[in-house]
């Protein structure tokens, strides 16, 4: 989960993104099919329904955007979009509407926008056709989707009425993709997904991730990095657990999808884990992996949540030695159980969350601590700015091209932020 926000605009398609890694990758699908479509003067915004103020965000760019231009065709798309489409029909600088199935499909973006809104039935999609990028815009790393969907029903979470049941992509693609990105120079991916531990069993011969990575790490043996976007810790296969011991191109850098560290709450966030689970999974990887670090969402303040359940969650971050950390306070989204329950005060949410979060602040100076010191290879980003194996920020005081590959000595830390000196 991630409200997080890129606009990109370099030639052609104006894109603007807002949430995950999957729609990071299906905003360059868009890209592509809008380019082959001459639509350049366009304008994308790509939505995120994780929360309601992603999807208040959102509404308030296609304002902006429309100020700045007033000539563009902007087109909405993404979960928002496909969950509630009348709502951004109805925004007078919207000119169409694009279901989450519909972006992705060539045709949708050849022909003149006769209809305001096409968005089909997310539920009845069966298929998930793996499409093949040359790469990424300003970004280091590619992302690869693996997976689309979700068969699972959280009582928090609207996403699975916006991406439809879970569905995979099949190996050959998967592979097929990766190699043009090597080819095209990219030295790490990012395998993604709504939620890509279950990945496989709609496929034939039922694979899991783990044998997926296995194969795609044996068949492009030229990849030199590989990352998995986030893990359910109760959907491990033992293919993934061998591959975390024994193969070293799969980065050391694990982000769990947790949500909460009290059984009670998970219980009725209808998550599949408890509390131990959580504990028990960081313990086995770190014996395995030692050297791993973990990322980890989190929601404060979920309905019913009172003081003694946030504070299991706050020493699960300990527990689970977690380090990179994504709070949200909880954000009640219409059509969920969840926001049929008793709902924890705002200001109490926000400050739940804000508290979580310097727990979480903690835990990352300590991890930064214990790198110094240490050599790493790092991934540049843009300029002297890159990140390590284990996804910290680092700065090597000289600039280097994006998606190099730079060893580095760790010399230290300044404002947040590691520093180092190429070797």
């Known amino acids: 989960m991630s409200d997080s926000t890129d606009s ?27 380019r082959s479509a001459g639509l350049d003067d366009v304008v994308i915004v790509n939505t995120c329904a994780v929360t309601s103020e992603a999807e208040r965000q959102a509404r308030q760019t296609i304002r902006k955007l429309r100020r700045e231009r007033p000539d563009a065709r902007i087109v909405v798309t993404g979960c928002a979009a496909q969950i509630d489409p009348q709502r951004f029909a109805a925004m007078p ?69 916006g991406r439809g049941p879970s569905r995979s992509v099949p190996i050959g693609g998967i592979v097929e993709q990766v190699q043009a990105l090597v080819k095209a120079g990219y030295n790490e991916v990012v395998l993604s997904g709504v939620d890509i531990t279950s990945y496989g069993p709609d496929l034939p011969g039922s694979p899991s991730l783990g044998q997926m990575v296995r194969r795609l790490l044996a068949l492009v043996p030229e990849l030199p990095r590989l990352r998995l976007s986030s893990i359910d810790c109760i959907e491990m296969d033992d293919d993934l657990w061998r591959l975390i011991e024994n193969e070293p191109r799969l980065m050391p850098h694990l982000h769990l999808s947790l949500q909460a560290g009290d059984d009670m709450v998970l219980k009725r966030m209808k998550r599949r884990h408890g509390r131990a689970d959580s504990i028990a999974f960081c313990e086995r990887v770190r014996s395995i992996r030692p050297d791993v670090v973990f990322g980890a969402d989190f929601i404060a303040g979920f309905p019913t949540e009172t003081e003694e359940m946030f504070q299991n969650t706050m020493k699960l971050v300990e527990e689970c030695g977690l380090t990179w950390l994504h709070v949200f306070p909880y954000s009640p989204r219409p059509g969920t159980p969840a926001a049929r329950m008793p709902q924890v005060d705002g200001a109490v949410r926000k400050e739940r969350a804000a508290r979580l979060r310097a727990v979480g602040e903690a835990a990352e100076a300590r991890t930064l601590a214990s790198l110094v010191g240490r050599t790493a290879t790092v991934l540049v980003e843009k300029d002297d700015l890159g990140r390590t194996e284990h996804f910290a920020a680092i700065r090597l005081g000289q600039i280097f091209s994006p998606g190099s590959l730079v060893p580095a000595a760790i010399t230290g830390i300044k404002d947040g932020v590691l520093t180092g000196t190429p070797l």
């Open 8 to 34: 990109t605009t370099q030639t052609g398609p104006e894109i603007v993104t807002f949430g995950c890694r999957l729609n990071t990758y299906e905003s360059e699908v868009m890209r592509n099919h809008a």
């Open 93 to 161: 600088e919207v000119d169409q509407v694009l279901g989450n199935q519909e972006k992705l499909q060539p045709e949708s973006w050849g022909l003149p926008p006769t209809e305001k809104v096409l968005v089909n039935d997310i539920m009845s999609v069966k298929e998930t056709a793996g499409h093949l990028i040359g790469g990424f815009e300003d970004r280091a790393r590619a992302f690869v989707q693996v997976q689309q969907g979700c068969d699972h029903r959280c009582t928090f979470c609207i996403i699975p009425y």
